[in-house]
T-cell receptor
Framework: GQSLEQPSEVTAVEGAIVQINCTYQ??????LSWYQQHDGGAPTFLSY????GLEETGRFSSFLSRSDSYGYLLLQELQMKDSASYFC?????????FGRGTSLIVHP | NAGVTQTPKFQVLKTGQSMTLQCAQD?????MYWYRQDPGMGLRLIYY???????DKGEVPNGYNVSRLNKREFSLRLESAAPSQTSVYFC???????????????FGDGTRLSIL
């Protein structure tokens, strides 16, 4: 089985940088994904790390350390529209297991 | 591009009624999934289908059945709805076709189901 831990809520100011952490315990780990979900909307894929290190996609970056069973999502130059829930998901077989989500609140 | 389409978007049922949630994808994906999302619980997998003609149980399958009608369509059925099944249901699909694949999942807009 797999379990993932992430903070329930993070707050930050517009223009700042914020990091959302995710630790996982899993058997058969293949990679870590991140999804964004706005209130009332569908989850949308942000990034995936199969190997250790940093993956950058525009303002968003994701990091994985397999030895520490740890990853994070880094959001830079925060905008109000980044206020949403962010889920990490550990990939194993066909089936990713999702964390409970982190609610990011961006203040002006 | 339609992506993943779910119907209906909203539904209210009485306890004991039956209901089928429909899902279709137009991306030629092999794998399809049904999740439920409850406040503070994240997404929990109900059933998945790795390919046409196969279905498997996820984390919370009790009270549900599924049918992979063809490559495009994957339906979820509640035979006798219970208040504990009040939730938001998401269908998803992905290109994943091997044990080592973790292709991104593409989600539908969800079905908001209330059972009284």
């Amino acid at each position: 089985g797999q379990s993932l831990e992430q903070p329930s809520e993070v707050t930050a100011v517009e223009g700042a940088i914020v990091q959302i952490n995710c630790t996982y315990q899993t058997s058969g780990f293949y990679g870590l994904s991140w999804y964004q979900q706005h209130d009332g909307g569908a989850p949308t894929f942000l990034s995936y790390n199969a190997l250790d290190g940093l993956e950058e996609t525009g303002r968003f970056s994701s990091f994985l350390s397999r030895s520490d069973s740890y990853g994070y999502l880094l959001l830079q130059e925060l905008q109000m529209k980044d206020s949403a829930s962010y889920f990490c998901a550990a990939g194993g077989s066909y089936i990713p297991t999702f964390g409970r989500g982190t609610s990011l609140i961006v203040h002006p | 591009n339609a992506g993943v389409t779910q119907t209906p978007k909203f539904q209210v049922l009485k306890t004991g009624q039956s209901m089928t949630l429909q899902c279709a994808q137009d991306m030629n994906h092999n794998s399809m999934y049904w999740y439920r999302q409850d406040p503070g619980m994240g997404l929990r997998l109900i059933y998945y289908s790795a390919s046409e003609g196969t279905t498997d149980k996820g984390e919370v399958p009790n009270g549900y059945n599924v049918s992979r009608l063809n490559k495009r369509e994957f339906s979820l059925r509640l035979e006798s709805a219970a208040p504990s099944q009040t939730s938001v249901y998401f269908c998803a699909s992905s290109e994943a076709n091997s044990l080592y694949s973790n292709q991104p999942q593409h989600f539908g807009d969800g079905t908001r189901l209330s059972i009284l």
